[in-house]
């Protein structure tokens, strides 16, 4: 269905100029550790039910300028996906659009074809895009740089942790894409290098997880900035009230579409292992991936050190992994998702954290080597094995 590009991180050329960053608040929410009784980890899959959707358009029918139809197709995208399918028409015509959708549902290219089509059209114009993590604002970045190839846009990337230099450099040419996570942009609004009054478009992605991670205030503050005479574009795998009061404060009239799908993972086959102590523990762990060896799969963990030690040990028993957490340098954590993207690696130990906004749609096992703070977060994790179609398995690791 609708898996990753292979094309990924085209040479950096006409900028979207890239950075690294450190959410402020990268630590997330300090959930509790809750009580999780053990049977809530153990479920059989059941069949998947591929509900066939017949797309109303193509991307020729979009009255969309002829380079995006070119990238399009250069992309090898021949359908439209159902979010696609349904938000690009009210996009391009400049509603104001809710999404109601989940990562792998092609998000992205509805909210990103619309707003470079507008750029295109429309000299002058200025988008902005909020995301939750570093991950996804890249991943929107890479998903804009190949849409917009060759039409001499500029964007640039403003995600936190190392140094501004760049990104100083990249807004003074004016760029009118801005991609980035809210504590950055922020920043940048407040030593006055990013005017909020300049843009006319405005893109806020996964703003459940925004709401999550604690960035209400920030996200209120720069939507709050922009020019009321705008286009907005929000979307959200949930509407819980705090969210449904964003939609009613700062969109108008918007049309909402819906194509979640199914968070409660019902092609994903749940169970647990039990294990007695710390060697038992990781020979357990040995021995599921030495069955899961032609899968993908993804491992959680708690801190940041128990993350860094599981993928080293790992890679000492052969396996081919890597860690990915807050601790690591942007290009470290860069390198870990490209390796387990491209499978030169089909291990990745992750904390909750790093792992948000990972879009690698083919992840076979999710393993709990460490149990989830909350359920929320265990169908959160969960979530990410038995994408487009596929059955998924999910191991919760349980002490005796
Ligand atoms: P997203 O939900 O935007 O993260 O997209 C999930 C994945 O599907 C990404 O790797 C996209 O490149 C891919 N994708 C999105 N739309 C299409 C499409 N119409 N045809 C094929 N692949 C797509």
Avoid: W
């Amino acid at each position: 269905m609708y898996t990753p590009s292979n094309n990924r991180r085209p040479s950096r050329g006409r900028s979207f100029g890239g950075q690294s960053s450190s959410n402020r608040r990268s630590g997330g929410p300090k959930n509790h550790k809750q009580n999780i009784n053990p049977s809530r980890f153990i479920k059989p899959a059941t069949a998947f039910v591929d509900e066939v959707y017949t797309s109303e358009h193509s991307f020729d029918d979009f009255a969309m300028h002829p380079l995006l139809k070119k990238n399009i197709a250069t992309k090898g995208y021949i359908t439209p996906s159902p979010i696609q399918d349904k938000a690009i028409p009210h996009g391009l015509m400049g509603k104001d659009v809710l999404g109601i959708a989940n990562t792998g549902t092609g998000k992205t290219a509805a909210f990103a074809l619309p707003v470079l089509h507008k750029l295109l059209e429309q000299p002058g114009s200025r988008v902005l895009i909020i995301a939750p993590t570093r991950e996804l604002a890249e991943q929107i970045e890479d998903e804009c740089r190949s849409f917009a190839k060759g039409s001499g846009l500029f964007g640039v990337l403003l995600i936190g942790g190392a140094s501004m230099t760049n990104q100083l450099r990249d807004l003074k040419k004016k760029p009118e894409i801005v991609i980035g996570t809210p504590g950055r942009i922020k920043d940048h609004v407040e030593r006055g290098t990013l005017s909020l009054s300049t843009f006319n478009l405005v893109v806020l992605d996964e703003v459940d997880r925004m709401v999550d991670m604690g960035f209400i205030a920030d996200i209120r503050y720069l939507l709050g900035g922009i020019p009321e005479v705008r286009q907005s574009l929000f979307f959200s795998a949930t509407i819980e009230p705090k969210i449904a009061q964003l939609i009613n404060t700062f969109l108008i009239d918007p049309i909402t579409i819906s194509v979640r799908t199914s968070e409660t993972s019902d092609n994903v086959e749940q169970d647990v292992v039990y294990y007695s102590g710390r060697d038992d523990r990781i020979d357990k762990l040995h021995d599921v991936l030495n069955s899961a060896k032609d899968g993908k799969v993804l491992i959680f963990d708690e801190t940041k050190f128990g993350v860094e030690r599981l993928g080293n040990e790992l890679v000492q028993r052969g396996f081919k992994a890597d860690a990915l957490h807050g601790g690591k340098s942007q290009s470290q954590r860069q390198r870990a998702l490209k390796r387990f993207r491209t499978n030169d690696i089909n291990v990745l130990v992750a904390t909750d954290v790093a792992a948000r906004g990972i879009d690698v749609a083919d992840i076979t096992h999710v393993i709990n080597y460490a149990t989830p703070n909350t359920y929320e977060d265990y169908v959160h994790r969960i979530g990410r094995a038995g994408r487009a179609g596929r059955t998924g398995t999910a191991l919760t690791f349980i002490s005796r």
